[in-house]
């Protein structure tokens, strides 16, 4: 009980602090199910790295007219120096006592790589992807949500409407489109983004180069989520426009453009912090999709190909990378939310 009272005073004199040490703990616990969960179903998938192996030796030894044979014992003693032998919740304790102890994320059972240097450089691309995606999307979202609020129930509303519906209902389609027009047919951009990047060239021929290679999945990745956000920030917008406090301002006189950025756009902020997590979170899972489409060296192309290989330490590696980002994500934006708005109290949350 004294301890419980503690935690409380704590809790009512600290709140940013005492919220912030609870999500992180609700984070850690989340993060250690999901692994949890991974490797089991990566245990439940017929074979293993191993048995893949042995299969593909057998098909290259035929193909060469010799005779690729495995003995029992040799691909029972290559599955224990790999540690496969073990029941997979073994192994995934082991795996975390590695990470927690020693620092050390493993080795990609294919290449005997160390996982954090292949994690690494494709993550820093998909960061760069999806933020810069968000950015744009943000600026862009509120530039016409606001715009496209102050011109509700005429024409342009509608036309508008329509087009933004599309956008958010069918995104890969219109990357179909896009990659026909601008990349196989008129040859402006590349279909695939850079395969191997020179980073040594000059600063400014390699942003050049760079940004040649991104504005398609960029664009692809920020058509998948304008729509939705800025048919959320028109609706948001023409909510508090018929507010009893927006009546009472315009009631006063004051004039339109003022209401709009001083009062109405301020309170948009809410509903779009919250769902800036949500939209982080999709524009990494749509990466997936987007990245083995573009061939763009990221990290959800880097998870697609350790699932095809079952190279479990990889595939381990990336989910928790990304599930951590939008985790984080959702926790910085409950803060900024609380930040902005000073009605929200840490110790009512």
Known sequence: MKIISLLYIFKQKHPLIAFITSRTISMIATL???????????QLAPGDVVDSFVIKEIMNAEGRNEIGLFKAEQIAAMKKRLGLDKPFYIQYHHWLKQVFIHQDLGRSLISRAPVLFLVRSRLINSLILNLLSLFFITILSFALGIYFSSKAGTKFDYISGGIMMVLHAFPWILMLILMQIFAAASGLFPITAYPGFPYSEAPVKFVFKFAHHIILPLLAAFLSGIGGTVRMIRATMLDQLNQPYIT???????DEKRIFFNHAFRNTLNPYITSSANLLAGLFSGSLILEIVFSYPGIGKLMYEAVIQEDINLVLTN????????????LLSDILLAIVDPRIRYSKS
């Not at 250690?32 to 990566?42: A, P």
């Not at 009472?248 to 004051?254: F, K, L, T, V, Y």
């Not at 989910?319 to 959702?330: C, E, P």
């Open 32 to 42: 250690y199910i999901l692994g949890f969960f991974v490797f089991g179903l990566m």
């Open 319 to 330: 989910i928790m990378f990304i599930s951590f980002l939008v985790l984080a994500g959702m």
């Open 248 to 254: 009472a301002i315009r009631s006063r006189g004051i």
